[in-house]
């Protein structure tokens, strides 16, 4: 059972648009859903993170809207960049909180 | 300076052999993990440890063992390495499962 699914797998934006990568999880116990970015040949990296409480979450260009009814959250790249192509993981935190679930990722390809 | 260390960064193997992908933390983390990263798939976690000389399986153990013989290095061994095996491995420190500090990965093909 996929508990993160995420959307879509691939993604071309212009530079200047606002991209926007979907995440919807099946465990309404999750409270705490981090967002890594990679960019090839390296290792993921924490990005952004939101706790269930909160319902939306900034820093920079980077938004995080949390949707708790729905079980859905997505992440905002305004004004995206050709540095910002990388590939981006929604992710989960089991209740225990000793473990990480990821997604399958979406690639996004900005374009100057 | 890189402070999760894998080695080695890419590797060739046999299909039957052994092979054993080292990771090193300088973090003073207690937990590590190991996952996997293949298109389609994402990252899957296979084996983690939140405590020296001890183990957990991740979701997808099979077929791989772990070793975390002290708080700073955590091994994965494939004992009978397989074609399915093909994959970037990451080895990963954490002091909670909230922020994870990645490796640069090790891309290990099986032939």
């Known amino acids: 059972q996929q508990q993160v699914r995420q959307s879509p797998q691939s993604l071309t934006v212009w530079e200047g648009e606002t991209a926007i990568l979907n995440c919807s999880y099946e465990n309404s116990a999750f409270d705490y859903f981090p967002w890594y970015q990679q960019f090839p040949g390296e290792g993921p990296a924490l990005l952004i993170s939101?706790?269930?409480?909160?319902d939306k979450k900034e820093d920079g260009r980077f938004t995080i809207f949390f949707n708790k009814r729905e079980k859905k959250l997505s992440l905002h790249i305004a004004d995206s960049q050709p540095g910002d192509s990388a590939t981006y993981f929604c992710?989960?935190?089991?209740?225990?909180?000793?473990?990480?679930?990821f997604g399958i990722g979406t690639r996004v390809l900005v374009r100057p | 300076e890189a402070a999760v260390t894998q080695s080695p960064r890419s590797k060739v193997a046999v299909t039957g052999g052994k092979v054993t992908l080292s990771c090193h933390q300088t973090?003073?983390?207690?937990?590590m993990y190991w996952y996997r990263q293949d298109t389609g798939h994402g990252l899957r976690l296979i084996h983690y440890?939140?405590?020296?000389?001890?183990?957990e399986k991740g979701d997808i153990p099979d077929g791989y063992k772990a070793s975390r013989p002290s708080q700073e290095n955590f091994s994965l061994i494939l004992e009978l390495a397989s074609l399915s095996q093909t994959a970037v491995y990451f080895c990963a420190s954490a002091l909670s499962a909230e922020t994870l500090y990645f490796g640069s990965g090790t891309r290990l093909t099986v032939l």
């Open positions: 992710a989960v935190t089991n209740s225990a909180g000793n473990k990480l679930t």
């Open positions: 939101i706790l269930s409480v909160s």
């Open positions: 973090n003073n983390h207690d937990y």
């Open positions: 440890s939140y405590v020296a000389d001890s183990t």
